[in-house]
């Protein structure tokens, strides 16, 4: 049997530096070319292909380092459940994504609040236009597409690569870490960490990442929807609900959300240990990504 040329932590760590390497690079010619054209970033043509430049570069960089490393994409993007199983971690994925939406915006909000105080200014989000029939390719590649390929990258190639060496709660906590650095949103940044936690403990119980990218997409489809219909979607729910509906919704998310993670912290199946150095060894594989994100957040976070 070959000997593998990564341990498990070194691999999952390479997958995260060299995604994020090819995204910056796809990023920097995407950025050249548009300003070389007649495209303006808020129009509905460049909105749509810097959500696409993500899935292009994790494709290229997984591709590309499983074909160098000699390790199969499938062994690491478990999706096989059992019939009752699929239904039970579906119905959490439900739960976890309308927990995390409307029970935790204030993190943003309140984060935002903070961020103002020190200088921050956040950027507006731009969407392309919702009306009529557009809202079913916004949601194929503002929902769909990021579901597939980030759970693929992060509760797939990079959980299921360092959980064994790291153990399973440091992976949780370095997948949420990677996920929001990934995002590069100083604004976002508490938010994507617990969602990126989330799904990561999701998958280590259900053992596939298709809960993870139910959970993702349901997350993201939402809050295109309720753009679609004219609600700010940046702003708090009791911005735009009616206080009796903003404080039903609020608590019924936040009981889902309880009811989610209840459910995930029963399961029976005993979380590994970390094994010594697993960690440290993710870091030195990770640390050209993590450095190449924290710079970019920071530039975020003055310009």
Not at 90 to 112: K, M, P, Y
Not at 169 to 191: K, P, R, W
Request: neutral net charge; glycine residues 8%; charged residues 10%.
């Amino acid at each position: 049997m070959e000997k593998q040329k990564f341990t498990g932590a070194q691999f999952g760590g390479l997958a995260f530096s060299g995604t994020v390497i090819v995204y910056v690079v796809l990023s920097f010619i995407f950025s050249i070319v548009s300003q070389l054209t007649d495209f303006s970033e808020s129009g509905d043509a460049y909105i749509y292909i810097s959500y696409i430049v993500s899935p292009v570069a994790i494709t290229i960089a997984l591709a590309a380092l499983t074909k160098f490393a000699r390790r199969p994409l499938a062994g690491m993007l478990p999706v096989r459940m059992s019939p009752p199983g699929a239904a039970k971690w579906c119905a959490v994925a439900v739960l976890l994504a309308f927990g995390l939406l409307f029970s935790l915006s204030w993190l943003n909000i309140g984060f935002e609040r903070l961020l103002r105080l020190i200088g921050y200014d956040a950027s507006p989000s731009y969407f392309p236009d919702l009306s009529g029939g557009r809202v079913a390719l916004a949601l194929f590649v503002m929902a769909l597409l990021p579901a597939l390929f980030e759970e693929a990258l992060f509760r797939g190639v990079l959980l299921q690569s360092i959980k064994e060496e790291t153990g399973h709660l440091n992976a949780v906590l370095l997948c949420g870490m990677c996920f929001a650095l990934f995002h590069a949103s100083a604004l976002q940044t508490i938010y994507q960490f617990a969602c990126g936690c989330a799904f990561a403990l999701l998958a280590i119980r259900s053992r596939s990442v298709l809960p993870g990218m139910l959970a993702h997409f349901l997350n993201n489809a939402t809050i295109i929807i309720l753009q679609a219909c004219g609600l700010d979607t940046s702003g708090s729910l009791f911005d735009w609900a009616p206080l009796w509906a903003a404080v039903l919704v609020t608590v019924l998310s936040a009981l889902s959300l309880a009811g989610a993670v209840a459910v995930m912290a029963a399961d029976k199946t005993p979380l590994e240990k970390p094994v010594k150095g697993g960690v440290f060894a993710f870091f030195i594989a990770a640390a050209a990504g993590i450095v190449v994100l924290a710079v970019l957040w920071v530039a975020g976070f003055f310009g």
